[in-house]
C-alpha cells in the first residue's frame, strides 16, 4: 500500500534529522535510523549486569552508571583552579590503563534476562567497580568507552538486546566490539515426535512478533560498525525426553535471512541453531537457506538423519 503525503513527508523529516544528529554526534546515520527503527514500546528499566569471566574479581551490580554521566553536583572535580587534582595528575595513556583494569578487560557482562521488561526498583544497589564512572563527569567521559571496546555483551533474549541499545548512548552503542547470544527467546515446539510417528520434532517461532523483532534486531547489529565478533546460538525448546531426537525446522531461511544484513567481514561471525541439516532430503530442498557465500558461519547442531539406503 503507497504512502500517504503526509506519512512520505514525515518520512523525509524523520530522515533529516537523523542526519543531523549523525553529523553532531559522529554516530553512523544508519544505526540511528536503525534505533528509530526498533523503539521499544515499554520503558526501560535499569537493571543488573554481572561478569561473568573468572578473572575478574569484581561484580558490576547496575548498568546506571555507564548510561548516564554523573550530575555536576554530585561528582567530585578534576581540576581545582585550573590545576589538575588526584588522577588527573597522570598522563592520560596511564589513566586509560588504570580504566582498563577497573572496568573489565575482555570479561563477558551478562545482560539479565527480562532486562527489556520494566519492574519496580527499590533499595538501595552497590555499583561495585562501576562507581568510579560516577566520580566525575571527565572521568566517564574517559573510562565509559572502555567499557564497551574491551568486553563482550551478552544477551539471552532478544528484546533484551533492543531494549540495551536504547538505553545507552548510541555514541557507546557504536563502539561495542563484541556481542554473543544464548538465546532461548526464539523458538518454541512446533510439531511433536507423536505429531510425525517418528522419532523427531519441528520448531516455529515462539510467536507472531518474534519475526519482526528479530529483524530489527539485525539491522542494530548490521549498523554497529566497529564490531568484530558476534555469536548467536540457539537454544533447543525440545523436552529433555526427546533426547536424540531429530529437531527439523521449516522456517530455517527467515530466521536466517536477517544475518545478511550484516555485509562486513567480522573476525567471528557464528550461527548455532538446534535442528538437523535436511538439504540432502530431496523433499525439504525447498525449505532450505542458502548459506553459499554468507559471512556467517552456520552449525546445524541437531542430530544428523540416517542415510537412506536403497532397496
Not at 186 to 211: A, K, M, N
Not at 213 to 225: L, R, Y
Not at 239 to 255: S, Y
Request: glycine share 4%; aromatic share 8%; net charge positive.
Amino acid at each position: 500500500m503507497p504512502l500517504t503525503t503526509m506519512e512520505l513527508q514525515q518520512k523525509a523529516q524523520n530522515a533529516s534529522r537523523i542526519e543531523i544528529h549523525a553529523k553532531s554526534t559522529g554516530v553512523s546515520a544508519a544505526l540511528l535510523a536503525a534505533l528509530e527503527k526498533s523503539k521499544p514500546t515499554r520503558s526501560v528499566p535499569e537493571q543488573i549486569v554481572s561478569p561473568l569471566s573468572k578473572t575478574c574479581q569484581t561484580v558490576f551490580k547496575t548498568i546506571s552508571n555507564i548510561v548516564n554521566p554523573p550530575s555536576s553536583s554530585s561528582a567530585s572535580k578534576a581540576h581545582e583552579h585550573g590545576v589538575p587534582t588526584g588522577l588527573f595528575r597522570l598522563p592520560l595513556e596511564i589513566r586509560e590503563q588504570i580504566y582498563g583494569l577497573v572496568t573489565g578487560h575482555k570479561t563477558v557482562l551478562k545482560i539479565p534476562e527480562n532486562y527489556h521488561k520494566p519492574r519496580p526498583s527499590g533499595g538501595s544497589s552497590h555499583n561495585g567497580s562501576l562507581s568510579l564512572l560516577q566520580t566525575c563527569r571527565q572521568i566517564y567521559v574517559e573510562s565509559s568507552t572502555s567499557v564497551y571496546t574491551q568486553n563482550t555483551f551478552q544477551f539471552e533474549n532478544h528484546n533484551d538486546f533492543l531494549a540495551f541499545a536504547h538505553s545507552i548512548n548510541p555514541i557507546f552503542l557504536s563502539h561495542i566490539t563484541s556481542l554473543t547470544f544464548d538465546l532461548k527467546s526464539i523458538l518454541r515446539v512446533g510439531g511433536t515426535p507423536y505429531d510425525h510417528q517418528c522419532p523427531r520434532f519441528t520448531v516455529h517461532w515462539i510467536d507472531d512478533s518474534v519475526e519482526s523483532q528479530w529483524s530489527h534486531v539485525w539491522d542494530v547489529i548490521a549498523s554497529m560498525d566497529n564490531l568484530t565478533a558476534v555469536k548467536v546460538f540457539l537454544q533447543d525448546p525440545g523436552f529433555p525426553e526427546w533426547d536424540g531426537m531429530q529437531c527439523l525446522c521449516l522456517l530455517e531461511k527467515e530466521i536466517l535471512r536477517p544475518l545478511w544484513k550484516v555485509k562486513r567481514c567480522l573476525e567471528v561471525f557464528e550461527m548455532d541453531v538446534p535442528w538437523v541439516d535436511t538439504s540432502s532430503w530431496g523433499s525439504m530442498k525447498f525449505y532450505q537457506a542458502i548459506t553459499e557465500g554468507a559471512r556467517f558461519n552456520l552449525t546445524r547442531r541437531g542430530i544428523n538423519p540416517m542415510p537412506r539406503t536403497r532397496r
